[in-house]
């Protein structure tokens, strides 16, 4: 491959492999379990996967669950099965920060003993102001320069429970005059006399990010330690760390912007309070972009491969569409899903013609670009039901669909020729009617006859009753994501529910997560929460159409 076809995060593991500064590639994927994973997550998980596989690697998966506050296990299981379901395969490495407790708890030790770290009783106030700014310097702690052993006398006591939370914490000792504040003597442990689900009750100190993840990265022996653009000011901090706690041929970090879909919620509070006010049926809504919302909608681990590979790996923050997940979606099913024969808006259409009780089996294709998927047999019979907007009885300049007079093609069955309708009291059309040519049979006439329109059908004595979901963005694209008050703009119209679509039979038998192309219609998956044997519900996934077209490489 050319240089410049390889992303920069590449090009820099080639240069540590040709300079020997590495022998071997080993990335991670290293989620705070405190929530689902969302579309972002994706890139970072399939990134990390892609290296390690590209370079012959190692890739592991770890909880970052050095924060006991906020880790739950129903996150934990949620995000192994998002891993697992993107593909990325991480074997039997599979890891928890929380096992390294000791070993930074040891470390913590050591810099203590080189003079590298101190505990201080500054209050969060006194610590900000201390701090200093981005413009001034910060100042000394008045506790920087405790002796060693008293260090490590107050270290003890704040492990062993004798000290309150936020009364004392061990500072790395750095600069308090760096330009970057992030290396002004940092927090590297805090007291928080909390039970952690793995650990229990058997420690009352818990590292902070900064301080934890760089050893975590060092205990695995990662080679390149892939994380997003803000913490690139953090890196500073994490060389400290690993160069100070002596780790020998330690981890990179290197930094990649994040993944942004334009018009879509991803922030984890919002998501949380859209699940409170009920105006989504869970975490996996199909309107929402987590993972689990994504598998639910219908989008396969390719289609989001291919999505993330399109949006490419940078350094500098973009936006990518959310037509263009869809793009990936549709090309992915094309050529894979069963084409079927659904009714959204369903109205009767009646051949007089056509005898009485008589149903007979058509052949039909399964995918006319993919012969390999084989073909199967639609009951046609008398009286059958098409999309109301494919009648008008006036119907306007280049129109080829049902009008009195008309000949059109039924999909797969025969041509009809519209006759003219029934309506009620409303005016609302009830039935429309029609005769056939029994010599059309299959789609085609024996005299070369053409028509311009073809419409697809089901049989209304052998369809089934299902509920169709059509989905829109939840937010309301004219007005962008957020109101002033920092609430979200929500789409009304986010969700449209048909109670009684009619589909052809077959439809009866398909399972959870199952994709099919309704013709005309678009792609749909089987909604794996509300379906019941033989009662599926079915999620639109997209739409056949769209505007989109594929930004150039
Ligand atoms: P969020 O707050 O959006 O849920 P997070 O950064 O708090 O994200 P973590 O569990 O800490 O979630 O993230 C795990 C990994 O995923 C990190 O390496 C992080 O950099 C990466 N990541 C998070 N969001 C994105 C994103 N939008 N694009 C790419 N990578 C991301
Ligand atoms: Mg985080």
């Not at 972002?40 to 592991?60: C, M, Q, R, T």
């Not at 920060?97 to 470390?107: C, T």
């Not at 913590?108 to 101190?118: E, S």
């Not at 008309?406 to 009830?430: H, S």
Request: charge should be negative; hydrophobic fraction near 35%.
């Amino acid at each position: 491959m050319s240089e410049e076809s390889r992303n920069f995060i590449e090009q820099e593991i080639d240069k540590d492999l040709k300079e020997g500064v590495y022998d071997h590639v080993v990335t991670r994927f290293p989620p705070e379990p405190n929530g689902f994973l969302h579309i972002g997550h994706a890139k970072s998980i399939l990134l990390n996967y892609g290296l390690a596989k590209e370079y012959n690697g190692k890739f592991n998966m770890r909880f970052d669950d050095t924060n006991p506050t906020k880790e739950k296990s129903e996150f934990m299981d949620a995000i192994i099965e998002d891993v697992k379901w993107l593909g990325a395969d991480y074997e039997d490495r599979l890891y928890h920060a929380s096992d390294y407790f000791d070993e930074m708890y040891e470390n913590a030790i050591k810099l203590i003993k080189k003079g590298k770290a101190y505990v201080s009783e500054l209050t969060a106030d006194e610590m900000r102001e201390y701090r200093g700014t981005l413009t001034e310097p910060g100042k000394n702690d008045p506790n920087r320069d405790r002796s060693i052993e008293e260090n490590l006398r107050l270290f003890e006591e704040m492990k062993s429970g004798k000290v309150e939370d936020g009364a004392m914490t061990l500072r790395a000792k750095i600069d308090m005059a760096s330009p970057n504040i992030n290396m002004r003597d940092p927090i590297i442990y805090r007291v928080a006399h909390m039970t952690h689900a793995r650990t229990g009750d058997k420690w009352c100190i818990y590292p902070m990010y900064d301080f934890a993840h760089p050893i975590e990265d060092a205990v695995e022996g990662i080679t390149h330690s892939i994380c997003t653009l803000e913490f690139e000011d953090h890196r500073p901090l994490y060389d400290w760390v690993k160069i100070e706690c002596g780790y020998e041929n330690p981890p990179r970090q290197i930094e990649f912007a994040k993944l942004y879909l334009k018009n879509v919620v991803t922030g984890k509070r919002y998501i949380k309070k859209l699940v409170e006010d009920k105006i989504v049926d869970g975490w996996d809504d199909p309107r929402l972009v987590s993972i689990a919302a994504l598998r639910r909608r219908g989008f396969t681990p390719e289609s989001i491969q291919k999505f993330v590979e399109l949006c490419g790996v940078s350094k500098a923050n973009s936006t990518a569409d959310y037509a263009m997940l869809e793009y990936c979606i549709r090309e992915d099913l094309k050529p894979k899903a069963k084409r079927m024969l659904a009714i959204l808006d369903p109205v009767k259409l009646i051949i007089d013609n056509y005898p009485e009780g008589q149903i007979e089996e058509l052949d039909i294709e399964n995918n006319k670009e993919a012969p390999e998927l084989g073909s199967r047999k639609i009951p046609f019979g008398r009286e059958l039901y098409v999309e109301r907007e494919d009648f008008m009885e006036e119907p306007p300049k280049k129109y080829f669909r049902l009008f009195p007079g008309n000949e059109v093609r039924l999909m797969n069955a025969y041509f009809v020729t519209c006759t003219g309708c029934v309506k009620d009291e409303n005016g609302v059309v009830t039935e429309i009617h029609c005769t056939y040519d029994p010599e059309t049979r299959g789609g085609d006439s024996a005299d070369g006859r053409k028509v311009k329109g073809t419409i697809h059908w089901v049989s209304a004595t052998e369809c089934i009753d299902a509920e169709v979901r059509l989905y829109e963005n939840i937010i309301d694209e004219e007005k962008g994501v957020y109101n002033e008050d920092g609430s979200l703009n929500l789409n009304p119209n986010s969700i449209t529910v048909i109670k009684n679509a009619k589909l052809e039979p077959e439809l009866a038998k398909s399972e959870a997560y199952e994709k099919f192309q309704f013709v005309r219609n678009g792609y749909f998956c089987v909604d794996y929460k509300d379906s019941t044997p033989g009662k599926p519900v079915f999620n639109r996934i997209v739409s056949l159409k769209s505007s989109f077209v594929l930004p150039k490489a």
